[in-house]
């Protein structure tokens, strides 16, 4: 039995595919197999996976089209390795990323998530940027996790009895934030470990979906808040609410430009005067709208 499931999701994706598949194959650490769900692909996708000729790659087509947290449900009951690895069909993984970070679980028992350091690149302007560049904390990081989330997917290994015995599964009606809710409920139950590599590479091109659906990303946020309070019960501390509340607020007076700074201040009025980015919001929202698009797109490079 494989040591490790590579879960990769599936939905015309033949652009990349190739390129995200031969990282898989090329590692260092071989003891592996790759459950890969299509979501029901029109493209070439189906195609490339079943030109590789290796018994490690278990191809699955979606008897319906399901969304991305429903497929990677579906995907997860066919998985069998002791950890669980996730790598979406346009990213990248570094040759050493499974070796080190299995290394990591296999001495280290109380550690139930492993991450890394990334490279975030675009596709279309051939830029990048590193991920993370202080080193990020270890150890049990729960109450962080949950108010200032920062895993990034590609690099993420978890001890798969974790999500088995704890009942944790991907909430089906996410459609963005999906992998920040069930890796913070992860968190809960151990350790994770941060390693400081580049060992992977996240996509940025213009039909990633996060672009897409910027704007349910407050509501999204709404549902996991449920979703924690009922789990986590008394865990779930009023520090962790208040939080995660200030972060809706912000994303939603964020999407409030489009309509006029005044609606940015009224949205702002449910947080804090004092909350540092509610103030340079609050600053933003008297420029004249083009100036306050620039200054905002300015900040997101930052």
Known sequence: MAKVSILMNCYNSDKYLKEAIDSVINQTYQNFEIIFWDNQSTDDSAKIVKSYDDERIKYFYAPRHTSLYEGRNCALEYCQGEYLAFLDCDDLWMITKLEKQVDILENNKQVVLVHTNTIFFNSDTNQEKIANKKILPSGYIFNEIVSKYHFSLETVIVRRSIMIDNALYFGKDFNMIGDRDLLSMVCFYGEVYYIDEILGKWRIHSNNFSKVLHSTYP???????????????????????????????????????????????????????????????????FMPMNMAFQTLQLLKRV
């Open 219 to 285: 509501k999204e946020l709404k549902y996991m808040y449920l979703r924690f309070k009922k789990r986590f019960k008394k865990d779930f501390t009023k520090e962790m609410r208040v939080n995660i509340y200030n972060e809706l607020v912000f994303r939603d007076a964020l999407n409030m430009f489009e309509k006029s700074g005044v609606e940015v201040r009224k949205k702002l009025n449910k947080i804090s005067f004092f909350n540092f980015k509610g103030l340079i919001l609050r600053f933003i929202s």
